[in-house]
């Protein structure tokens, strides 16, 4: 089955310092994926689209230059969280789809997420 | 829009018990998906339905795409404490396949 990765599971950083978070497609290639920040008891929200070879697609409220996503090849796309604050704590997860089944309704595939804490 | 309820929020049941949760819409899904969160890990695709009225099971799960497609359930049998973790529903929108709607979860304790 399609398999995501996503490195790395958990990560401490100081306040003021950037955190890159990679995310990579396994068995497929992915022109999409997507991130996730998920609070605590709480659903998955979407931050933003990465689509390769093109810019990323921010959803509102989320800051481009805040988290920064590069989608640099058809089986990986990398979140910098720039200039981490405590309140960036929190669980990133990325997800992408296998479209190259051609199936349009191709399920979501989520790496295992990245305990990101900022102190 | 195409928001999703899934309820119950919580369930706490015994082992061996069976298991039902459910997802509704006021908004059609061509597409329902049922994942499975654990503790600090990502969710995992437990079944995909693809087909109004179609009936899929995975082990001991089993899911549902209502005929409406305004909604879909989840059963779990004979519950085991494995069982245990977060279980989210999820569609893309009908017009953009890669906007994801997902439910707020239903948290599932299974006492052994």
């Known amino acids: 089955g399609a398999v995501v990765s996503q490195h790395p599971s958990r990560v401490i950083c100081k306040s003021g310092t950037s955190v890159k978070i990679e995310c990579r497609s396994l068995d497929f290639q992915a022109t999409t994926m997507f991130w996730y920040r998920q609070f605590p008891k709480q659903s998955l929200m979407l931050m933003a689209t990465s689509n390769e070879g093109s810019k990323a697609t921010y959803e509102q409220g989320v800051e481009k230059d805040k988290f920064l996503i590069n989608h640099a090849s058809l089986t990986l796309s990398t979140l910098t969280v720039t200039s981490a604050h405590p309140e960036d704590s929190s669980f990133y997860i990325c997800?992408?789809?296998?479209?190259?089944?051609?199936?349009?309704?191709?399920?979501?595939?989520f790496g295992n997420g990245t305990r990101l804490t900022v102190t | 829009g195409q928001q999703l309820n899934q309820s119950p929020q919580s369930m706490f049941i015994q082992e061996g018990e069976d298991v039902s949760m459910n997802c509704t819409s006021s908004s059609i899904f061509n597409t329902w998906l049922w994942y499975k969160q654990d503790p600090g890990e990502g969710p995992v695709l437990l079944i995909a339905l693809y087909k109004a009225g179609e009936l899929t099971s995975n082990g001991r799960l089993t899911a549902q795409f209502g005929i409406t497609r305004k909604d879909s359930f989840l059963n779990i049998s004979a519950s085991i404490p494995s069982d245990v973790g977060i279980y989210f529903c999820a569609g893309p929108n009908l017009y953009n396949f890669n906007k994801f709607y997902f439910g707020s979860g239903t948290k599932l304790n299974v006492k052994p």
């Open positions: 997800s992408a789809r296998d479209g190259t089944r051609g199936f349009d309704n191709s399920p979501l595939h």
